[in-house]
């Protein structure tokens, strides 16, 4: 028993680390504006729901990030494997000298492996991610909005990535919500279907 809190607490205080360290990085050395990356806001909330032992909160974060987060590494792994781009999503890990915002970056393999593995340890009772998940993706999609500029494209709210040519306007906003309401509302079944993290 004592050895699980101690694991649980080290993979909180891992997330807070690594989301406070990707904040500031992107905040002093590339732009500001790259602080509401879905990525780095969920580091911090699964950082804090960790070390609180907020299952529900962690089961919250792992809805938003599962899907993309596989995206993304199969986009890398295809990347360093095959030396052909697959997305595109990764290929500024490729490109110029390796730095600490790449190595950070790394990060998108461990997230949701240990967010799961907490959740494991830690269960929740409510097993309704998607409620408080689409509240989430809803805020940060108009804060992105507000306080972030085009061609850094965060979170995807001004163009897809992947080269359909779907660009700003109505259809498009109504079809970036489509997809994240789907991704949250398929990983959260996936989770509940297992039965392993609910008390």
């Not at 891992?14 to 360290?21: C, H, N, Q």
């Not at 494991?120 to 009772?125: D, N, Q, S, V």
């Not at 108009?142 to 990535?161: A, C, D, K, S």
Request: net charge positive; charged share 10%.
């Amino acid at each position: 028993m004592r050895s699980k809190e101690v694991i649980i607490t080290l993979i909180g205080l891992f997330f807070l680390t690594i989301g406070i360290l990707d904040l500031v990085y992107s905040a002093i050395f590339v732009d500001p504006q790259l602080i509401l990356w879905f990525c780095y806001i969920s580091l911090i909330i699964l950082g804090i729901s960790t070390i609180l032992r907020k299952g529900y909160l962690i089961g919250v974060q792992i809805c938003i990030l599962m899907i993309p987060a596989l995206i993304w590494s199969l986009d890398y792994l295809y990347r360093l494997i095959l030396n052909r781009e697959l997305f595109g999503f990764t290929n500024y890990m490729f490109s110029g000298a390796i730095n600490f915002g790449r190595i950070l970056s790394f990060q998108h393999f461990l997230t949701v492996p240990l967010a799961l593995l907490a959740l494991y340890f830690i269960k929740t009772k409510d097993m309704g991610f998607w409620k408080m998940g689409y509240l989430e993706i809803v805020i940060v999609y108009f804060l992105t909005l507000i306080f972030t500029n085009p061609p850094y494209n965060v979170n995807w709210v001004f163009r897809e990535e992947f080269g359909v040519g779907l660009s700003f306007g109505l259809f498009y906003s109504l079809f970036w919500f489509f997809c994240f309401f789907t991704i949250i509302a398929l990983t959260n079944y996936i989770i509940y279907l297992t039965r392993i993290f609910k008390k």
